[in-house]
């Protein structure tokens, strides 16, 4: 599952990417498709995610427990503020606080994910 959650996180991030630039280049409807297209990997990533923190309850102690469920709420909060951007982006609406906030959730999920918990890089 550890492999699922860090490939869609993965084509997540280069379809926010494209997405941004697509909206930047001004190319709405090509945006927009890859817009909602990146909305169905979210569902991907929001469920891998459940079903890794449901492991890190059933498995774990509350230490650990801890951090995984600050992962996860970090985990929400970053997908939020990619869709946040991108539909700030698309209706031309100042986004440089939400760039803050995806920046902040990203360093957190990553630290937490890769480098705290024991499924980061161990991938068991």
Known sequence: MTHMHITSWALGLILFI?????????????????????????????????????????????????????????????????????????KGKPTTAKWVQFSIALVLVIVLGFFRLPMGFLFI
């Open 18 to 90: 494209i997405a941004l630039v697509m909206y930047k280049k001004g190319n709405q409807k090509p945006a927009k498709i890859i817009h909602m297209i990146l909305r169905l990997m979210f569902i991907l990533i929001i469920i891998t995610g459940g079903i890794l923190t449901w492991d890190y309850i059933q498995g774990y102690g509350m230490p650990i427990l801890g951090e995984a469920l600050v992962k996860a709420l970090a985990g929400l909060w970053l997908v939020a503020m990619m869709e946040m951007i991108l539909t700030g982006k698309a």
